[in-house]
């Protein structure tokens, strides 16, 4: 995968380093990030320490393994936090790595001084993430949810998982140093109070650090839904031509007429908002849908450039050259005049950074644009995203969970051409590769938290 980095220009690495009690969302937050940068190509990584622990041998541990006074557990720990320090700083050297996020409870100032010691021997710039809680509902919730499932408490009945882990966060407490503002006002730290009710900003200084800042910020883990559908088969699509603004098809016009019904039965009685671009099949589309509609330009197909209007047939036979650099390397492949992935993920950034801020939103878009959003979700990787199969006439549900996004697809059972182009060939037709890979659910996070 091709990283261009933000931090090219600034020739700078930064390494997050997690703050807090367990079961405050620091690694739902570090899985996050890594996500959204690695979808904006800045290479990012998480080194979850507690993976090394329990590579370590932690075993099974219950609540007196986290006991600072337990000596010989206490190595143990020490211990995966330098493993986990020392992969970390080898990702730097040998992968060239940007964001690197250390993602611990690291809730003591000794701890933190000696990871701001090793980042600064290495010129890495550390900058502290702490999610702070008091909201005793919502740290229930969060055991409940991911904690007493966790391997730590494999076989273990939830209830005494549940009491020990409460007793685990009491063990930590005993030596919580919470950030501070004057102890650590000379610190690059976002302190989150109860998710982002309150959001406490020291020091951020470079522009890596402040989206990474900007885009915790806007994080929510309120339950809600985000439902994807591209427009109805448009005259276009049946003439096999891309681009254009062209209106919808007669099937076209019947999924559209379907959608609302499509709609009501995943929402329920769910209040959402719907996103539409700015082109005529996708207002058509949304034209029946009683809920507050609002247009988006970000949200138009990619842009074609000279070939809008034309069929992949026409392309290949005009533009030889470029129709088979573009599937070369699809995701880079700019049209001349018009656009490549690449551009449309830039493009589409606010409108990710706004669908975390929302509620339930229906986007009905394009093939395109709908990829790189489900890209974003799901995880796909650059490579694979301008290939993925996304089909007509298909409401597509995504349910943010703690560690993922459980997908949903709806047919609506009104044919439609397929857009989809294999590699290597001119003709459109119905594709052989589903996708099915990134269908069902995403767990993004490391493999022993799952
Ligand atoms: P540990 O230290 O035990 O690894 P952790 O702090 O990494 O715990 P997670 O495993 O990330 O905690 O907890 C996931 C849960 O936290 C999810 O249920 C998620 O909804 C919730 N969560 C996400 N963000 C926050 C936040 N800012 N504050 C509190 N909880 C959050
Ligand atoms: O064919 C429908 C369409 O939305 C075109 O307007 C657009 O150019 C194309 O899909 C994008 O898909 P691909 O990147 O596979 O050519």
């Not at 062209?246 to 995943?266: D, M, N, T, W």
């Not at 051409?417 to 589903?434: H, I, L, M």
């Amino acid at each position: 995968m091709a990283f261009y980095t933000v931090s090219n220009v600034e020739n700078l690495r930064i390494c997050v380093v997690m703050v807090g009690l367990p079961a405050r969302g620091k690694s739902f937050i570090a899985q996050k990030i890594v996500r959204y940068l690695s979808w904006l190509s800045i290479k990012a990584k998480c080194f979850n320490v507690g993976n090394y622990r329990r590579k370590a041998g932690s075993g099974h541990p219950d609540a007196e393994f986290f006991d600072f006074n337990n000596k010989a557990a206490f190595k143990i720990r020490q211990k995966a936090a330098e493993a986990a320090a020392y992969d970390m700083m080898k990702w730097y050297e040998e992968e060239n790595g940007v964001v690197a996020i250390l993602d611990g409870t690291n809730t003591t100032r000794e701890r933190r001084d000696w990871i701001l010691k090793i980042c600064r021997e290495r010129a890495i710039e550390p900058m502290f993430l702490e999610s702070w809680s008091d909201d005793t509902d919502m740290i229930l919730r969060n055991i409940s949810d991911v904690k007493t499932s966790s391997p730590d408490y494999e076989g273990v009945d939830p209830d005494v998982a549940t009491s020990d882990f409460l007793e685990r966060i009491a063990k930590y407490e005993q030596v919580y140093e919470p950030l501070d503002r004057e102890k650590d006002k000379n610190l690059t730290y976002v302190k989150l109070i109860n998710v982002a009710q309150e959001v406490v900003i020291n020091r951020i200084q470079t522009y890596l650090e402040s989206r990474v800042v900007f885009y915790v910020m806007n994080l929510h883990i309120r339950p809600r839904c985000i439902w994807l559908s591209r427009h109805g088969e448009s005259v276009y699509n049946v003439e096999k031509k891309i681009g254009g603004d062209s209106c919808l098809s007669e099937r076209g016009f019947q999924y559209a007429k379907k959608l609302p019904e499509l709609v009501k039965q995943s929402a329920g009685d769910a209040d959402l908002t719907i996103w539409t671009s700015t082109l005529i099949r996708t207002q058509q589309t949304a034209q029946d849908l009683p809920y507050k509609q609002l247009q988006w330009k970000a949200l138009d197909e990619l842009d074609a450039g000279v070939c809008d209007g034309m069929t992949y047939e026409e392309i290949e036979e005009k533009y030889p050259g470029d129709f088979k650099a573009r599937d070369e390397n699809k995701y880079e492949y700019r049209y001349p005049g018009g656009e490549s992935y690449r551009d449309v993920v830039i493009r589409l950034e606010p409108i990710i950074m706004e669908l975390e801020r929302q509620e339930n939103i229906l986007i009905v878009t394009h093939q395109a644009v709908l990829r790189c959003i489900y890209a974003y979700f799901m995880n796909v990787p650059q490579e694979e995203s301008p290939w993925m199969s996304i089909p007509l006439h298909t409401l597509i549900k995504l349910e943010p969970k703690a560690y993922g996004t459980e997908v949903t697809k709806i047919k609506a059972n009104i044919p439609a051409v397929s857009t989809y182009k294999e590699k290597g060939t001119s003709r459109v037709g119905e594709s052989t590769q589903d996708g099915t890979k990134y269908q069902n659910f995403l767990l993004s996070i490391p493999e022993s938290k799952r």
